[in-house]
């Protein structure tokens, strides 16, 4: 029995997936959290399978993995230098206890073009590289998205140089899995040659699914806002502090998550843009169940795809603060602690993926991300763009995250179309029936 093209390449895939998802801590999956055990060995596998695509691999100075597919040209001034490049992929680790899709699909989409290219024996006239960029996943040094940062200049020496509990430095362990940790606040320096910086992920949401859409054109990675708010009160004894004459953090603070989510779901409704504001990290002292609390922190993550948004957002923000702390009577100190701004995508790579999915035959919709991605950073030097893929019921982050291999698939499809119109080839469909 003859099999098909797509049922082999979707075949192709779903190896791919298992193998990743092997490598995982044995009581917890899926969790290969970057520069442990797990992490390391998937690595190593993915190398041999670059490898085996005909891609030539190195480390670069951020720990990212490239595997390089050099166009066959003429040097350029005696060497390889000043050739234009067509980057691809996304990230292989994972959260603690997170999904076998998050990141892992959009490696293995880029792998597939890589493979379409070679079975189809298409050169390309400028180098791609397909990249798994170093630790895009929050991790215990508090920095997300370590290797596209690197590439863009933004991994600082005081990020650099955090230490662990465990006294792991965050520059050292990069040494250690082959980056150089050089040039940590310049800008990658062949920026002005990429021509495009492309990503699948999935969705994290279910707007596809419930629309019956394959494919997301993303039109903006959302600005992501943290910030620290501590509330002071007095602890007290709880059978004998009087109702009247408390000053209890833990109330102030509940009248601060409940105004936040009710000014967050105003805006989101008038703003008609993607805006979400949660409170979901909480800590309260002293935390006895005969005790008045003293003391609360926690921290607000803000994320808006509309910079009018996010200024309404904080200028009421503020003033929530400042009327439970007087209603209270109580402290309210608010902290920045973290702030990545708003990343619109390429329009006219968001038009080639458009096409792209147009030609294979796939239905195609605009949406706004939810959550941050390598792109974002990637698309502050180079031209840049992101498609979704659906994904059950919106769950990520977790063992039940799931999207099919065929839609994987499907991703890829878009992704080689608009490779091939990169290159200046006529747009075509590429689906393998």
């Keep these: 029995m003859k099999v098909s093209p797509a049922t082999a390449q979707t075949a192709r895939i779903a190896a791919a997936i298992d193998k990743l998802a092997s490598f995982t801590e044995a009581d917890r999956s899926?969790?290969?959290?970057?520069?442990?055990?797990?992490?390391?060995?998937?690595?190593?596998?993915?190398?041999?399978?670059?490898v085996a695509a005909g891609l030539v691999c190195h480390i670069d100075s951020g720990g990212n993995l490239i595997g390089a597919r050099t166009a066959n040209l003429e040097p350029v001034d005696g060497d390889l230098a000043g050739r234009a490049k067509v980057l691809i992929g996304s990230h292989i680790d994972t959260v603690p206890a997170g999904g076998r899709f998050d990141g892992i699909a959009g490696v293995i989409a880029a792998l597939e073009v890589v493979h379409y290219l070679n079975e189809h024996q298409?050169?390309?006239?400028?180098?791609l590289e397909i990249v798994?960029?170093?630790?895009?996943?929050?991790?215990?040094?508090?920095?997300?998205?370590?290797?596209?940062?690197?590439?863009?200049?933004?991994?600082?020496?005081?990020?650099?140089?955090?230490?662990?509990a465990d006294g792991r430095q965050l520059a050292s362990e990069i040494i250690r899995i082959g980056g150089t940790n050089l040039g940590c606040d310049t800008v990658r320096s062949d920026a002005d040659q990429i021509l495009a910086c492309l990503e699948l992920h999935i969705e994290q949401a279910?707007?596809?699914?419930?629309?019956?859409?394959?494919?997301g054109i993303v039109t903006a990675i959302p600005g992501i806002y943290r910030?620290?708010?501590?509330?002071?009160?007095q602890a007290g004894h709880s059978g004998t502090t009087p109702m009247d004459d408390r000053q209890d953090a833990l109330v102030a603070a509940a009248d601060i998550i409940q105004a936040i989510n009710g000014l967050a779901s105003d805006i989101a409704r008038d703003e008609n843009q993607h805006f979400v504001a949660t409170i979901g990290k909480i800590e309260v002292f002293p935390n006895g169940a005969a005790i008045v609390p003293g003391q609360v922190e926690m921290t607000l993550d803000m994320r808006s795809a509309s910079a009018r948004a996010k200024s309404a957002f904080l200028a009421a923000f503020e003033t929530i603060c400042r009327d439970s702390a007087t209603r209270r009577h109580c402290a309210v100190d608010l902290t920045p602690l973290a702030a990545a701004d708003i990343a619109p995508m390429d329009s006219g790579l968001m038009q080639n993926l458009?096409?792209?999915?147009?030609?294979?035959?796939?239905?195609?919709?605009?949406?706004?991300?939810?959550?941050?991605?390598d792109t974002a950073h990637l698309s502050r030097f180079a031209p840049a763009a992101i498609i979704f893929i659906p994904c059950r019921d919106?769950?990520?982050?977790?063992?039940?995250?799931?999207?099919?291999?065929e839609a994987i698939a499907k991703g890829a499809w878009v992704l080689t179309s608009c490779v091939l119109a990169l290159a200046g080839k006529p747009l075509q469909a590429v689906v393998q029936q």
């Design 30 to 50: 899926y969790t290969r959290l970057v520069f442990s055990p797990e992490f390391d060995a998937a690595r190593d596998w993915l190398t041999d399978a670059f």
């Design 122 to 127: 298409i050169e390309l006239p400028f180098d």
């Design 132 to 164: 798994d960029y170093l630790g895009e996943e929050l991790n215990v040094w508090g920095t997300s998205c370590l290797g596209s940062r690197h590439m863009a200049g933004l991994l600082t020496p005081e990020i650099l140089g955090r230490v662990d």
């Design 206 to 215: 279910k707007l596809l699914e419930t629309q019956g859409h394959d494919i």
């Design 227 to 233: 910030y620290g708010i501590s509330v002071k009160g």
């Design 354 to 373: 458009s096409d792209a999915a147009a030609v294979n035959g796939l239905s195609a919709i605009k949406l706004a991300s939810g959550a941050g991605h």
């Design 394 to 405: 919106g769950l990520s982050h977790c063992p039940e995250e799931f999207t099919s291999n």
